[in-house]
C-alpha cells in the first residue's frame, strides 16, 4: 500500500476551521483516500473519503490536490469534541485492507 | 446507521484462560469483517481479516491458533484469545464495511473496542 505523511500534532483554536494536511506522493491511479479519527479509548470513526473531486459531508471536507499527490482534510468549525488522532489512509480500489500510521493527534483549545 | 458493536467492552482474565470477544453490525450486512490490536499510545494493527462463511487471513506475525476467527453470519464475527499471556494484553477492534459499499470506495465502520487484560 502506498504511505502516507502526516504531522505528529497540531493545534487549533475552538470554533475555527482546521486544515489537516496529508502528502501520499506514491498514490497510484486507483487508491481511494480516507480519513477516519479516533477518540481516547474509542474505536476509530469514518470521517470522509475521496478518489479525484473534493468531497464535502457533515462532518467535514476532503480536498485533494489535481496531482492527487496530497490531500487536506477541512473541519470547519472545530469543537472540543473535534480532539482526536486523525488518520489518512490510502487503498486501493477493491481491496478493504486499511493500514493506519501514526496519524496526527489534533488538540482544540477552548 | 452503519453501528457495529462489541461485546465484551472489558474484560479481566488469568494467564491460561482463553476469552472470546463478540464483534455485531447491527443495521447491515458485513461479507468482511477486520480485527485489530492497539497497544497504548501506538496505531491500530491489523491482525486478520474475517470473511463470513470460509476462513479468516491472518496478517504476517500473526498466530493464526492464538487468535481464533470464526465468521459465521453476515452479523457476526468472534475473536478468540486462546492461553492468554499478560503479552496479549491490549485493546482489541473490529470494523466491518457494509456489502453495498462496492465500487464506491469502502467505508468501514468500527467497534467501540474491547480491553483485554490478562492478569
Known amino acids: 500500500d502506498a504511505k502516507t505523511t502526516q504531522p505528529n500534532s497540531m493545534e487549533s483554536n475552538e470554533e475555527e476551521p482546521v486544515h489537516l494536511p496529508c502528502n501520499h506522493s506514491t498514490i497510484s491511479g486507483t487508491d481511494y483516500i480516507h480519513w477516519y479519527r479516533q477518540l481516547p479509548s474509542q474505536g476509530p470513526e469514518y470521517v470522509i473519503h475521496g478518489l479525484t473531486s473534493n468531497v464535502n459531508n457533515r462532518m467535514a471536507s476532503l480536498a485533494i490536490a489535481e496531482d492527487r499527490k496530497s490531500s487536506t482534510l477541512i473541519l470547519h468549525r472545530a469543537t472540543l469534541r473535534d480532539a482526536a488522532v486523525y488518520y489518512c489512509?490510502?487503498?486501493?480500489?477493491?481491496?478493504?485492507?486499511?493500514?493506519f500510521g501514526t496519524g496526527t493527534r489534533l488538540t482544540i483549545i477552548p | 446507521g452503519a453501528v457495529v458493536s462489541q461485546h465484551p467492552s472489558w474484560v479481566i482474565c488469568k494467564s491460561g484462560t482463553s476469552v472470546k470477544i463478540e464483534c455485531r453490525s447491527l443495521?447491515?450486512?458485513?461479507?468482511?469483517m477486520f480485527w485489530y490490536r492497539q497497544f497504548p499510545k501506538q496505531s491500530l494493527m491489523l491482525m486478520a481479516t474475517?470473511?463470513?462463511?470460509?476462513?479468516?487471513?491472518?496478517e504476517q506475525g500473526v498466530e493464526k491458533d492464538k487468535f481464533l476467527i470464526n465468521h459465521a453470519s453476515l452479523t457476526l464475527s468472534t475473536l478468540t484469545v486462546t492461553s492468554a499471556h499478560p503479552e496479549d494484553s491490549s485493546f482489541y477492534i473490529c470494523s466491518a464495511s457494509p456489502v453495498t459499499s462496492g465500487s464506491q470506495g469502502y467505508e468501514q465502520y468500527f467497534g467501540p473496542g474491547t480491553r483485554l487484560t490478562v492478569t
Open positions: 443495521d447491515f450486512q458485513a461479507t468482511t
Open positions: 489512509i490510502l487503498s486501493a480500489f477493491g481491496n478493504e485492507k486499511l493500514t
Open positions: 474475517s470473511n463470513e462463511g470460509s476462513k479468516a487471513t491472518y
